[in-house]
């Protein structure tokens, strides 16, 4: 939405207040008004973006095709889809196997972190602090929510073929496994083999849109 600040028959910046707080759309505010408070006020008001009059035309797409390109990158999913696994962070739940399972809520975080992870492994540190960045715990406490995940999303928990266990690391999450769809394969039910910290390979950083999607998640 491009607004103009200086609208014949009202205040831009309040429609633009309106607008922010009663739709879900991008902003683009243009005006005469090149004061920094004037700025400030715009963007406070809910803009995403600010031009100043006069502007050119190359301008003027440059900071609309930046603002679809934060569009793209904000506008992350809102239902996770891993074939038998789906989780909803929206409605904060989760359907294992076309069945929903019931979770805590520190079950759901630390499932979804483990799967936002892409297959890398993440230590016990790592995990407490994404999954519950203002809780004080201990880190023994992961093994806890662990335990408690794999009763209800594995197969055989005893044999764990979705949140593997990497020595002297802490625990990656087999996203291949379900992406190959051998869930229901006898393979499934064999022991995995044990991954070693050099699988760490990318130090544990996540992508701009999973950065977002966290940011979801700390509602």
Not at 31 to 56: C, H, M, Q, R, T
Request: neutral net charge; hydrophobic residues 35%; aromatic residues 8%.
């Amino acid at each position: 939405m491009i607004i103009d600040s200086d609208l014949p028959d009202g205040d831009g910046v309040e429609f633009c207040r309106w607008l922010s707080q009663s739709r879900q759309t991008l902003i683009l505010v243009l005006s005469a008004k090149i004061g920094e408070k004037d700025v400030v006020n715009g963007l406070k008001a809910g803009a995403d973006d600010y031009i100043k009059k006069p502007f050119g035309m190359q301008e003027f797409l440059a900071r609309v095709e930046s603002l679809l390109r934060r569009f793209r990158v904000n506008n992350a999913p809102l239902i996770l889809d891993f074939g038998d696994l789906k989780i909803d962070l929206v409605q904060r739940r989760v359907e294992f196997r076309g069945e929903f399972i019931d979770l805590t809520p520190q079950e759901f975080s630390l499932l979804y972190v483990l799967t936002q992870a892409q297959g890398t492994a993440l230590s016990r540190t790592e995990l407490l602090r994404r999954a519950w960045p203002e809780a004080i715990e201990n880190q023994r406490t992961i093994d806890t929510h662990v335990l408690s995940l794999r009763k209800k999303i594995e197969i055989d928990p005893r044999q764990p073929n979705l949140i593997q266990t990497v020595r002297n690391v802490g625990y990656r999450f087999n996203l291949e496994l379900l992406q190959q769809n051998k869930l229901s394969s006898p393979e499934a039910y064999q022991h995995p083999k044990h991954y070693h910290s050099h699988n760490n390979h990318n130090n544990g950083h996540l992508s701009p849109s999973t950065l977002n999607q966290e940011r979801i998640m700390a509602r």
